[in-house]
């Protein structure tokens, strides 16, 4: 195992397994590697699964079956930067299915709990423009919004 560099670890209550399969289905550039379960030390049942190990775009995760003490709120979220609509839709998609919820300004909560920002990469360029009325009238459309509209943002930006 690498010593280096940074890894995720994302604590669930029993669901690490499903989480990282779900994790993994969404993204490209994914895998599940390591399973380690409990054995008779405990402190879970025998058998049961207590990490996985698992890549979703590249960036390196652990889903640990850690229990009910703690659990994700928004403080913590991830970017996904997207090149096109396209992205945005599946990403958006993918991640409110199933009981995931929709959010203010990109933002999406998984069935898991975990937040996620679906941001499109033109977005930052937009709002980042040194013509500060572009940019504020990007903001202004992109903070009432749900999921981001990469067409209706160019709209904002060019005053129409």
């Known amino acids: 195992m690498a010593t280096e560099g940074f890894t995720t ?13 779900y994790y993994v289905s969404i993204f490209k550039n994914s895998a599940i590697g390591r399973i380690s379960r409990y054995n008779e030390a405990g402190p879970g049942p025998a058998g049961s ?3 996985v190990d698992f890549v979703a775009n590249g960036q390196k995760f652990v889903a640990l079956n850690g229990g009910p003490q703690f659990t994700f ?5 991830f970017q996904i930067y997207c090149e096109n609509q396209e992205e ?5 998609t993918r991640l409110t299915e199933n009981g995931g919820e929709p959010g203010p300004c990109g933002w999406v909560k998984d069935r898991y709990g975990v937040s996620w920002q679906v941001v499109p990469a033109r977005l930052i360029e937009l709002i980042s423009d040194p013509d500060a009325e572009k940019a504020a009238r990007t903001t202004q459309a992109m903070l009432a919004m749900g999921k981001l509209d990469i067409a209706a943002l160019e709209r904002a ?4």
């Open 157 to 160: 930006y060019a005053g129409e």
């Open 88 to 92: 945005v839709d599946h990403y958006w």
């Open 49 to 51: 699964v207590i990490t």
């Open 9 to 21: 670890c994302l604590w669930f209550d029993g669901q690490a397994e499903e989480a990282a399969q």
């Open 73 to 77: 709120n928004e403080s913590i979220s």
